[in-house]
Every structure is written in structure tokens, then in C-alpha cells.
Nanobody, 123 residues
Framework: QVQLVESGGGVVQAGGSLRLSCAAS????????MGWFRQAPGKEREFVAA????????YYADSVKGRFTISSDNAKNLVYLQMNSLKPEDTGVYYC????????????????WGQGTQVTVSS
């Protein structure tokens, strides 16, 4: 069983930065691909970024490429999402998720989810 707990959300002005963290309670953290997703009010949840088991591969949604960076610390069972140059359209609940696949953007391939952390970007 995998338990995920996100933290680091908050309110920030457009152009600002936030770093989200995801703590994973799992015996073999390095066996899971990790991803970040977000859901804006009234919209479907969407993929943001993913990182492979080893941390050597990353993948981003076009909307965040060049602004967001996903990273992991396997020794501490942590995944991060550094968000820079934030825009009002980045507002939403951000979820951390774990997949048994190495790296994927497909929500259906993520079987473990955190409760989410709210990010609000004001204009």
C-alpha cells in the first residue's frame, strides 16, 4: 500500500513561485513512477508532470514546460514540484500520484493518490 501526502500549496501572486512536496509512505519508493496532476474548479483533472523510477526521466504537460520542474529524492521518499512564473490559470488542487509504470502521463495508470493541496494564483 502506498500513502501520499502533499504539502506546500498556498496563495501566490502571478509571476511568483511555489514548491510542492509529496511524501510517500512506501517500502520501495524507487519502484514507482511519480506524477503530479491538477484540477481547476469546474474542470477535469489534468496531467502536469511525471518522473521515472530512477529520477532520470521527466515529462511535462505543454502548459507548464519551462516553468515547472519535477524532481525526486529517493532516499527520503519525496517528490517535488517547483513551480515558477505562476499564472492564474495554474490555480487548482494539485495531486501527487504513484504508478507501477516507470513514467506515464495517463491518469488511469496511477493507482495511488494523495488528498491534494490547493494552489491559488492571483492576478
Amino acid at each position: 500500500q502506498v500513502q501520499l501526502v502533499e504539502s506546500g500549496g498556498g496563495v501566490v501572486q502571478a509571476g511568483g513561485s511555489l514548491r510542492l512536496s509529496c511524501a510517500a509512505s512506501v517500502r520501495t519508493f524507487s519502484s514507482y513512477g511519480m506524477g503530479w496532476f491538477r484540477q481547476a474548479p469546474g474542470k477535469e483533472r489534468e496531467f502536469v508532470a511525471a518522473i521515472s523510477w530512477s529520477g532520470g526521466s521527466t515529462y511535462y504537460a505543454d502548459s507548464v514546460k519551462g516553468r515547472f520542474t519535477i524532481s525526486s529524492d529517493n532516499a527520503k521518499n519525496l517528490v517535488y514540484l517547483q513551480m515558477n512564473s505562476l499564472k492564474p490559470e495554474d490555480t487548482g488542487v494539485y495531486y501527487c500520484a504513484a504508478s507501477t509504470l516507470s513514467i506515464t502521463s495517463a491518469q488511469a495508470m496511477y493507482h495511488y493518490w494523495g488528498q491534494g493541496t490547493q494552489v491559488t494564483v492571483s492576478s
